[in-house]
Structures are given as structure tokens and as C-alpha cells.
């Protein structure tokens, strides 16, 4: 349900907006859209009533009639709820009304009264459909947001931590809904926007010889376009080349501990509810040791970019600590690997010392990972309009948006060094030299 959910922090109660089925929210007070008599016989009172059985309405008839814009309050019969609200939206058999500004005081007045009743009976979880949206006629988005300033407006002066959920079939919203769009129109029309919970961590790890200025111009875009998204600084420090060539482990566990570090407070922080991973160059090589060292380590997706991990690196173990993709087409894929074949970095890194690889340039070529490949060099992913088409998509809404399908072979001279294997070379030119200057 991530995609098709949003919570809001308001005081000290959270306000939840759901795309999705009254009956799957586990709460204690669902709210029913109702008539005067109290009938149940259309809509979201309709499908409350199958489920809480014919005692619901009978237990709900005995204080008919009600009038319109008050709550009366019933069993929940079979249901798995202690109680519901019965919120009367309409008055029995008469046509639905085209005040919209009546509209809007019936459901503020519902949705103020309902929360108040919450209290009186010391509950502390409730969820409401879009009140008035069956026969009374109310529309969808228009009662969302009238419910969601009411409950604003409540519980911001309440001292009490209130559950609120607002939910909305997603056949009424509209059919193939752009989620992170309808979302993003809630929060403005609601007045909501600055509440959004940022509960998806995206970590960002950078490559050597860098302080990742990257990281600012992509996490604007990320926090601009999606209010969930959190961008995360994963820097380890200054890492310079001699430090990178070296093959010893010590040096560069170090990075891997430093970066460690700074992850495991968004593991621990429980409103984050998924961590993302966006990493560059040497970046990829301490994600990789990150999840190889720790199995417990889960993440919700992965983007590699100028990755210097092996070409043979077993994705396939590490694809449980990983959430699959939405959708058929996606069901083994778990990492998005972007390519830049105009980088060499990848190449020159795995021909010059050990424990590097060319997957940044040439791909994974396995079922776990999607190759994306780009007229790119080693930095070239960072731009604007790279960010808003790749990675926006995929961390939003997890939508992989297919790379360019013409890709140049490589230069002959890029295939040469990797096979060449430049750390025998050095040494043996180095060695060399050295006879002849002392022959």
C-alpha cells in the first residue's frame, strides 16, 4: 500500500489518506455515509452492512430518523470494529442537492462530531469513506479535502494522539490514477502539504575524490516532487586515490563502517518505513559490502550509476533484502543499474587494482538487475532532467522507465584496458625502467 498511501503528522495525531478498501484499515470506529432512516443501502454503508451483518442496521434503525449532518452511533456487528458511526448525509428519498456549500458543512460537521465522539469514548483509531459521495452526490476529491481541513482544524488543538484515516476507492478516484499526482493534488487542495510524513528515506553514497555536490541539486528535485521522499547525505569523507587503488580492505572498510553508521539511525527511526539507495561509483562498492555484510539490511529500491562493482557481482543473493518491483514484467528484477558507455572509470578501476569491476559500464546481465545504458560519462547521471525521467518514477512510484534502446559498442581502446590489466602492466613497466636505468 506504500503508492496508494500518505500520512500527515497533525499535533499530535497522524492523518492517513487511503487509496484502497474501508475494510482493510484495522481501526477501531469505521464511519458509514447514511441516510436519515438509518437504511444502509447504498455505497460504503451498502458493504459495511454485508460485512457486519443485518444487526448493524437494526441496531443503527432504532434511533431513525437522524438528522442530516449528525452522527449516530451503532454496533459493528460482525466486522472487526467495535463500533460505527453512522454520519447522515442525506435525507431519505429526497434528490441530491447541487448546494455545494451545504455539502461542505454536512461533512465538516460529520467528520468534527465523529472525532469528538472518538474521544468521549476514549478510542483512538477511526476511518472515514468520502462522506456523501453515493446518493447524496458529494464529489470525491472536493470531500476529501472539506474532511481533511476539519480534521486539521480538530486536531491541532488536541492534546490526545489520534489514527485517522481517510479512505477512497480507488474506482471513485478514477480508472489507471497516477497516484503520486492525485496525492500531490490532495495535499495542496487540503491544505496538507506541509504535514506529509517524509517516511522514504533515499540514502545517497558518492564516489571518491568528492563531497557530492550532486547530492543537493538531486535531493531538491526528490523532495520537490514527492513530499514522502527523504533525502539522506550517506558521505564516509574524503577518499582519495591512492587510498581507492590500494587493495586492502582495511582502508576501505573504513568507508564502508563510516557509512554504516549514518544508515543505521533510519533503520532504528520508526516513521521511516522504506530506505532507498542511490550510489556512484565507489559509492556502489559500500552498498555492496553493506548488504553482503549484513543480511538484516533491507531496502525498498536500488540505483546504481557509475557502478564499479564486478560484472559477475551474485545479485541473486542479496535479492531477498530488496522489495520486487510492481508488476509482472518486473518479478526477479530487484536493482536499476544505469550505464554511462562514454565512462571509463569503471573500466580503468577494475584493470587497475583488485576488487573492482565494470558493472557500470557493461552491465550486470542478470535477472536480478535492470542495465540501463546512457550516452553518459561517469557524472552524467545528475542532471535535472535525468533525475526527473530515470530515478523520480522509480522512487515514487516504482515505475521503471525503459533506458535508451541504441547503444555504440565500445571503442576498441576501452576493451583493451580491460583486458590489458593496467595492475600487472604498472608494476612491470615501473620494474622495467628501473633495470634500465641501472643496467
Same mark, same amino acid.
Given at each position: 500500500?506504500?503508492?496508494?498511501?500518505?500520512?500527515?503528522?497533525?499535533?499530535?495525531?497522524?492523518?492517513?489518506?487511503?487509496?484502497?478498501?474501508?475494510?482493510?484499515?484495522?481501526?477501531?470506529?469505521?464511519?458509514?455515509?447514511?441516510?436519515?432512516?438509518?437504511?444502509?443501502?447504498?455505497?460504503?454503508?451498502?458493504?459495511?452492512?454485508?460485512?457486519?451483518?443485518?444487526?448493524?442496521?437494526?441496531?443503527?434503525?432504532?434511533?431513525?430518523?437522524?438528522?442530516?449532518?449528525?452522527?449516530?452511533?451503532?454496533?459493528?456487528?460482525?466486522?472487526?470494529?467495535?463500533?460505527?458511526?453512522?454520519?447522515?448525509?442525506?435525507?431519505?428519498?429526497?434528490?441530491?442537492?447541487?448546494?455545494?456549500?451545504?455539502?461542505?458543512?454536512?461533512?465538516?460537521?460529520?467528520?468534527?462530531?465523529?472525532?469528538?465522539?472518538?474521544?468521549?469514548?476514549?478510542?483512538?483509531?477511526?476511518?472515514?469513506?468520502?462522506?456523501?459521495?453515493?446518493?447524496?452526490?458529494?464529489?470525491?476529491?472536493?470531500?476529501?479535502?472539506?474532511?481533511?481541513?476539519?480534521?486539521?482544524?480538530?486536531?491541532?488543538?488536541?492534546?490526545?494522539?489520534?489514527?485517522?484515516?481517510?479512505?477512497?476507492?480507488?474506482?471513485?478516484?478514477?480508472?489507471?490514477?497516477?497516484?503520486?499526482?492525485?496525492?500531490?493534488?490532495?495535499?495542496?487542495?487540503?491544505?496538507?502539504?506541509?504535514?506529509?510524513?517524509?517516511?522514504?528515506?533515499?540514502?545517497?553514497?558518492?564516489?571518491?575524490?568528492?563531497?557530492?555536490?550532486?547530492?543537493?541539486?538531486?535531493?531538491?528535485?526528490?523532495?520537490?516532487?514527492?513530499? *514522502?521522499?527523504?533525502?539522506?547525505?550517506?558521505?564516509?569523507? #574524503?577518499? @582519495?586515490? %591512492?587510498?581507492?587503488?590500494?587493495? $586492502?580492505?582495511? !582502508?576501505?572498510?573504513?568507508?564502508?563502517?563510516?557509512?554504516?553508521?549514518?544508515?543505521?539511525?533510519?533503520?532504528?527511526?520508526?516513521?521511516?518505513?522504506?530506505?532507498?539507495?542511490?550510489?556512484?561509483?565507489?559509492?556502489?562498492?559500500?552498498?555492496?559490502?553493506?548488504?553482503?555484510?549484513?543480511?538484516?539490511?533491507?531496502?525498498?529500491?536500488?540505483?546504481?550509476?557509475?557502478?564499479?562493482?564486478?560484472?559477475?557481482?551474485?545479485?541473486?543473493?542479496?535479492?531477498?533484502?530488496?522489495?520486487?518491483?510492481?508488476?509482472?514484467?518486473?518479478?526477479?528484477?530487484?536493482?536499476?543499474?544505469?550505464?554511462?558507455?562514454?565512462?571509463?572509470?569503471?573500466?580503468?578501476?577494475?584493470?587497475?587494482?583488485?576488487?573492482?569491476?565494470?558493472?557500470?559500464?557493461?552491465?550486470?546481465?542478470?535477472?536480478?538487475?535492470?542495465? *540501463?545504458?546512457?550516452?553518459?560519462?561517469?557524472?552524467?547521471? #545528475?542532471? @535535472?532532467? %535525468?533525475?526527473?525521467?530515470?530515478? $523520480?518514477?522509480? !522512487?515514487?512510484?516504482?515505475?521503471?522507465?525503459?533506458?535508451?534502446?541504441?547503444?555504440?559498442?565500445?571503442?576498441?581502446?576501452?576493451?583493451?584496458?580491460?583486458?590489458?590489466?593496467?595492475?600487472?602492466?604498472?608494476?612491470?613497466?615501473?620494474?622495467?625502467?628501473?633495470?634500465?636505468?641501472?643496467?
Amino acid at each position: 500500500m506504500a503508492n496508494k498511501s500518505r500520512t500527515y503528522p497533525v499535533g499530535a495525531s497522524t492523518v492517513t489518506a487511503v487509496l484502497g478498501d474501508i475494510l482493510d484499515v484495522p481501526v477501531e470506529v469505521v464511519v458509514s455515509s447514511d441516510d436519515n432512516q438509518l437504511s444502509m443501502s447504498g455505497g460504503v454503508s451498502k458493504a459495511l452492512l454485508a460485512a457486519g451483518g443485518e444487526w448493524t442496521r437494526r441496531d443503527a434503525a432504532k434511533q431513525a430518523p437522524a438528522a442530516v449532518g449528525s452522527i449516530v452511533v451503532g454496533t459493528a456487528g460482525e466486522m472487526d470494529r467495535r463500533y460505527v458511526f453512522h454520519a447522515i448525509t442525506r435525507e431519505d428519498g429526497v434528490p441530491p442537492s447541487d448546494d455545494r456549500e451545504r455539502h461542505r458543512e454536512i461533512v465538516a460537521s460529520a467528520t468534527r462530531q465523529a472525532l469528538s465522539l472518538l474521544r468521549e469514548m476514549k478510542l483512538t483509531s477511526i476511518e472515514f469513506p468520502a462522506l456523501g459521495t453515493g446518493f447524496a452526490g458529494f464529489k470525491v476529491e472536493d470531500v476529501a479535502c472539506e474532511m481533511a481541513r476539519a480534521m486539521i482544524e480538530d486536531l491541532t488543538l488536541s492534546k490526545g494522539a489520534l489514527s485517522v484515516y481517510i479512505v477512497l476507492r480507488e474506482q471513485d478516484v478514477g480508472e489507471n490514477v497516477d497516484y503520486q499526482a492525485f496525492f500531490n493534488r490532495f495535499d495542496d487542495q487540503s491544505g496538507l502539504r506541509h504535514e506529509v510524513l517524509r517516511s522514504h528515506a533515499v540514502f545517497m553514497i558518492h564516489g571518491i575524490r568528492t563531497e557530492a555536490a550532486w547530492y543537493e541539486s538531486v535531493s531538491t528535485i526528490l523532495k520537490a516532487k514527492d513530499p *514522502r521522499l527523504y533525502p539522506v547525505y550517506g558521505g564516509y569523507g #574524503f577518499f @582519495d586515490t %591512492f587510498s581507492f587503488l590500494l587493495p $586492502l580492505g582495511t !582502508l576501505r572498510q573504513r568507508a564502508v563502517q563510516k557509512v554504516k553508521e549514518k544508515l543505521e539511525p533510519l533503520r532504528r527511526n520508526p516513521e521511516i518505513r522504506q530506505i532507498s539507495v542511490v550510489a556512484h561509483s565507489f559509492g556502489t562498492h559500500i552498498l555492496g559490502e553493506l548488504m553482503r555484510q549484513d543480511s538484516t539490511l533491507k531496502l525498498h529500491r536500488v540505483l546504481l550509476c557509475g557502478s564499479i562493482l564486478p560484472e559477475n557481482f551474485k545479485w541473486e543473493t542479496l535479492a531477498a533484502q530488496i522489495d520486487p518491483l510492481p508488476g509482472g514484467e518486473h518479478a526477479t528484477h530487484r536493482v536499476i543499474n544505469d550505464c554511462g558507455w562514454l565512462d571509463i572509470w569503471p573500466v580503468l578501476a577494475h584493470s587497475a587494482t583488485w576488487g573492482y569491476g565494470q558493472g557500470g559500464r557493461f552491465g550486470f546481465r542478470t535477472p536480478a538487475v535492470i542495465d *540501463r545504458f546512457h550516452k553518459l560519462g561517469h557524472s552524467g547521471f #545528475f542532471g @535535472d532532467d %535525468f533525475v526527473e525521467r530515470y530515478w $523520480l518514477p522509480l !522512487l515514487s512510484r516504482g515505475i521503471v522507465v525503459d533506458g535508451p534502446r541504441d547503444r555504440e559498442n565500445s571503442p576498441w581502446w576501452i576493451q583493451a584496458i580491460g583486458v590489458a590489466k593496467l595492475r600487472y602492466v604498472l608494476p612491470l613497466v615501473l620494474l622495467l625502467g628501473f633495470v634500465w636505468l641501472w643496467r
